[in-house]
């Protein structure tokens, strides 16, 4: 039997059980799970199936087994602001609404008319989506404030898969951050952001740092599952786990899958005016550093393409489609608003190509390039921020995940910025779960070894 850790990492579109171990030095990887992932409709509102992940999650489990693995702990990320509430019982009261719900339409500038725009971004240093915990709250407390009444409990979707494994109640700093209702300062609850949308403190508990042990399974779920195991806190938020795993600090990063996350490490956070005015955030991130970053919309652009495609093309194929469109040009601003949710995304892009008198898209080539060619420009222009704000010129990007498998984003991206492009691990944020495990049980001491562990395990392509 190998010992192992079990990473789990659910992104928007898919979620990984991924066995993790040592061996010669190296840290190996072992995809035992994959599956799909999805938002559906329920009541009126778009959310997340979180049964249906949790049976994943334990089937997950049981495969490792299966494969002879001999687990001995396990650790959730996902996507973050999102989350459920539980009643006096502890059992769940909402759905897992999702953020690219339209319930918060409109709720951002309704809460700027109680408190100001500028003394939340004081108060927290994080950047203004309209998707973010406290207005999802504020609505919620709008359509149905007897749901409010009613709950005893605020859990995040990890923190909520981490109950049922563990029947343990927590509300990880990482993932916390991103509510935008954390005091950056105390990394506690804001209570007058609270206060603000008059939510009830009580619903919190202290943010509990990554990398310690939450707890064991429960004994219903050891019988299930028939194995022990112990929940471990990993950096909960898909992106804080993805940039502990970059494997070099003085670098640009960018965390790409259905967002591009860029920006660089931080040890304080950097709240300036020039910051609130380009809507940078300051992320809580694993081991007291601070991810000072960008939300770009990413690769959301062309999974929505490829959906309304039927999927008859792959990303490979949208790649080299891409390449074969020399002469088409035309560039939108991927971060406009209607691209965060569209009924449909290429009629999006195509009316924004028209409204700007630019060519209009047609073919799945032409609208890869545009889609691929709006983000290098993005890029270009948020590592021009990013340096403006730091005062630092860096002379890399680093891009890690999913997407820096695009080989013509990586090579565009270089002759646009003139910077080195190392690209890799794609897997970083199961990467970054397990690192957080292994500190947890003292097998990795420091943010120094971590990354020297990234660079001795896996290999790191180069575009210059
Ligand atoms: C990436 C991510 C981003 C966050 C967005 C919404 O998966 O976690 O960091 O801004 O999803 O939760």
Redesign the pocket.
């Known amino acids: 039997m190998q010992k192992c850790k079990l990473a789990v990492d659910i992104?928007?579109s898919s979620g990984c059980v991924i066995a993790g171990y040592m061996n010669d030095e190296r840290l190996q990887l072992d995809e035992v799970h994959r599956f799909h992932n999805r938002m559906i409709e329920q009541n009126g509102h778009l959310c997340w199936d979180v049964d249906t992940l949790f049976f994943e999650i334990k089937k997950g489990i049981k495969k490792s087994l299966q494969q002879g693995y001999q687990p001995t702990t396990i650790g959730i990320d996902t996507?973050?602001?999102?989350f459920v509430l539980l009643d006096q019982h502890k059992e769940r009261l909402t759905d897992a609404v999702a953020?690219r719900d339209h319930r918060t339409d409109g709720k951002m500038e309704e809460v700027f008319q109680t408190i100001s725009k500028h003394d939340i971004y004081k108060e927290t240093g994080i950047q203004f989506?309209p998707?973010n915990t406290i207005y999802q709250l504020y609505a919620l407390k709008q359509e149905s404030p007897e749901v409010l009444d009613a709950a005893q409990y605020f859990l995040m979707i990890p923190d909520y898969l981490h109950y049922l494994f563990t029947g343990r109640l927590s509300n990880e700093y990482t993932n916390a951050t991103?509510t935008q209702l954390l005091k950056a300062d105390t990394k506690n609850w804001s209570e007058e952001l609270l206060q603000a949308i008059d939510i009830d403190p009580k619903l919190f508990q202290k943010p509990m740092q990554p990398g310690q042990v939450l707890g064991e399974l429960t004994d219903e779920l050891q019988e299930e599952l028939d194995c022990q195991l112990q929940v471990v806190l990993p950096g909960t938020?898909?992106?804080a786990s993805a940039v502990m795993a970059v494997p070099r600090q003085d670098t640009i990063y960018i965390s790409s899958?259905?967002?591009s996350?860029m920006g660089v490490e931080l040890d304080q956070p950097m709240s300036t005016p020039k910051a609130y005015d380009y809507n940078f955030t300051n992320e809580g991130g694993v081991n007291g550093s601070i991810r000072f970053l960008k939300?770009i919309m990413g690769l959301w652009m062309i999974q929505g393409v490829k959906r309304e495609w039927n999927h008859v093309y792959s990303y490979t194929d949208f790649v080299n489609l891409a390449y074969q469109e020399e002469n088409f040009h035309a560039i939108v601003d991927v971060n406009d608003k209607r691209f965060l949710r569209p009924h449909r995304m290429t009629e999006a892009i195509q009316t924004y190509c028209q409204e700007t008198n630019q060519s209009v898209p047609t073919t799945a080539g032409e609208l890869a390039k545009c889609i691929f060619d709006s983000l290098v420009e993005s890029y270009h222009k948020v590592a021009e921020q990013i340096e403006e704000l730091t005062g630092k010129t860096y002379d890399s990007i680093h891009i890690i995940g999913g997407g820096s498998k695009n080989h013509y984003m990586n090579e565009k991206l270089a002759m646009k910025t003139n910077k080195s492009i190392f690209t890799g691990p794609t897997e970083a944020t199961a990467l970054g779960n397990l690192l957080a495990q292994f500190s947890a049980t003292g097998e990795l001491s420091s943010v120094q070894a971590s990354k020297q562990l990234i660079q001795q395990s896996f290999p790191i392509d180069t575009f210059s």
């Open positions: 992104g928007a996507w973050a602001v999102d953020y989506q998707f991103t938020h898909d992106t899958g259905t967002w996350l939300n």
